[in-house]
């Protein structure tokens, strides 16, 4: 079992940055890829980010391509979304995710997902 916590979330004006932070617990060692998620209201569960901590790949969503920056702490089992350039659509509930089966490409859909935190509220204002 893997427990996962965000935080960092919180109210921003549009242009300004946020740092999330994903704790892992648990059975860190199984995790192969840790992903960032966001759920606006009324829309879909949408992949933001992923890394796979062990070999260091990484993938974005092209929404957030040269805004966003994933990185991993072994040390902590921590997981950081740095997000800048914030936009209003920005707007959601962001969810860390994480994977303990290996798989080659780097998942991009929440059913890939087998562990999730409760997430964390980003507003922009604009």
């Known amino acids: 079992q893997v427990w996962l916590v965000e935080s960092g979330g919180g109210l921003v004006q549009a242009g300004g940055s946020l740092r999330l932070s994903c704790a892992a617990s648990?059975?860190?060692?199984?995790?192969?890829?840790v992903g960032w998620f966001r759920q606006a209201p009324g829309k879909e569960r949408e992949f933001v980010a992923a890394i796979d901590p062990n070999g260091g790949n990484i993938r974005y969503a092209d929404s957030v391509k040269g805004r966003f920056t994933i990185s991993g702490d072994d040390a902590k089992n921590t997981v950081y979304l740095q997000m800048n350039s914030l936009k209003p659509e920005d707007t959601a509930v962001y969810y860390c995710a994480a994977r303990d089966p290996r798989t080659v490409a780097m998942p991009t859909a929440p059913f890939e997902y087998n562990y999730w935190g409760r997430g964390t509220q980003v507003t922009v204002s604009s």
């Open positions: 648990g059975f860190t060692s199984r995790i192969s890829v």
